[in-house]
């Protein structure tokens, strides 16, 4: 089973900013033959869209980060990074990140990495 692989996650004060990297696995596929997004799960909730970036480089924002939160590319990288700026508490979650395949129609979930803003 293809998994993405993240790092970043960590404890955060209020205010302050994390950023998640996210790589596929080594030879698998680069970022341009995907659509990609972060997607969270904060305890007792249902897994909810944080953003999305596609290969045209249009971005969607889940709800309340849009102005706080941005995704990137890095391509010499093989890289997707979530820069989360002015974090609140209500943003403690496992974050994961998704990508869909398009020649195959198929998303690929990485593990998750816990963030945790105290107030």
């Known amino acids: 089973q293809v998994q993405l692989v993240e790092s970043g996650g960590g404890s955060a004060q209020a205010g302050e900013s994390l950023r998640l990297s996210c790589v596929p696995p080594a030879n698998v596929f680069g970022l341009d033959l995907a659509d990609w997004g972060w997607y969270r799960q904060a305890p007792g909730k249902q897994r909810e869209l944080v953003i999305a970036l596609n290969r045209e480089g249009e971005t969607l924002y889940g709800e309340d980060v849009e102005g706080r939160f941005t995704m990137s590319r890095d391509k010499n990288k093989n890289t997707i990074y979530l820069q989360m700026n002015s974090l609140k508490p209500e943003d403690t979650a496992v974050y994961y990140c998704?990508?869909?395949?398009?020649?195959?129609?198929?998303?690929?979930w990485g593990q998750g990495t816990q963030v945790t803003v105290s107030s």
């Open positions: 998704t990508a869909v395949l398009i020649v195959l129609s198929k998303r690929y």
